[in-house]
């Protein structure tokens, strides 16, 4: 059963710190791995996609590896600021055929603080 | 551009009754697809379009659910009749043919009583 589990569940941390979040994947068979960025009430936003030949990927003061022997993902935020308060949710592609299928974790509720 | 849209936001209805949901994708994306998020749980994909034609509709949960997508632009997902568990965030998605990046719609909130 193709699974996305994500830690932490939930982090508070204070503007302009930096933090990590983690995506722990079983997908097969494997097309690329998505992070996505959810505002309360909005539908989730792309940050980055990597397929299995890419380790990294950045979008501004966010970064993304791939360790697609270990089948591990980890997001990491730089000089967060209160706008990055949302949900942050782990998704990965499996490419069955003639379709694509997403497998999304239950995400990482992120809230930056004064 | 416009981006997805949803419509409506919000519903509340009770047991029984039926509810339609509409999406309309970015313009000229030939791909639609529909997701639920229920409560505490992860999002989960329900169907795909390709124009007016389902692609893929392996996550539909039972026949009380029907999509719809005439003329390959908006598409409804209808729900007949609504039962207590589907309750939930329904998400509409769509991309070009050969994207590899799906637009998300804001969402429609479900509550079912």
């Known amino acids: 059963k193709n699974q996305v589990e994500q830690s932490p569940q939930s982090l508070i941390i204070l503007e302009g710190k930096n933090c990590t979040l983690q995506?722990?994947?079983?997908?097969?068979?494997?097309?690329?791995l998505r992070w996505y960025k959810q505002d309360t009430g909005r539908g989730p936003v792309s940050l980055t996609i990597m397929t299995f030949s890419e380790n990294t990927k950045s979008n501004g003061r966010y970064t993304a590896t791939l360790d697609a022997d270990t089948k591990q993902s980890s997001l990491h935020i730089t000089a967060s600021q209160l706008s990055d308060s949302a949900s942050y949710i782990c998704?990965?592609?499996?490419?069955?055929?003639?379709?694509?299928?997403?497998?999304f974790g239950t995400g990482t509720r992120l809230q930056v603080t004064l | 551009e416009a981006g997805v849209t949803q419509f409506p936001s919000h519903s509340v209805i009770e047991k029984g009754q039926t509810v339609t949901l509409r999406c309309d994708p970015i313009s000229g994306h030939d791909n639609l697809y529909w997701y639920r998020r229920v409560m505490g749980k992860e999002i989960k994909f329900l169907l795909h379009f390709v124009k007016e034609s389902k692609q893929d509709e392996s996550g539909m949960p039972n026949n009380r659910f029907l999509a719809e997508r005439t003329g390959g632009t908006y598409s409804t997902l209808k729900v007949q009749p609504a039962e207590l568990e589907d309750s939930g965030v329904y998400f509409c998605a769509s991309s070009p043919t050969g994207g590899a990046w799906q637009y998300f719609g804001p969402g429609t909130r479900l509550t079912v009583t």
């Open positions: 998704v990965v592609s499996a490419s069955t055929g003639t379709a694509s299928k997403l497998t």
């Open positions: 995506c722990n994947y079983t997908v097969s068979p494997f097309s690329n």
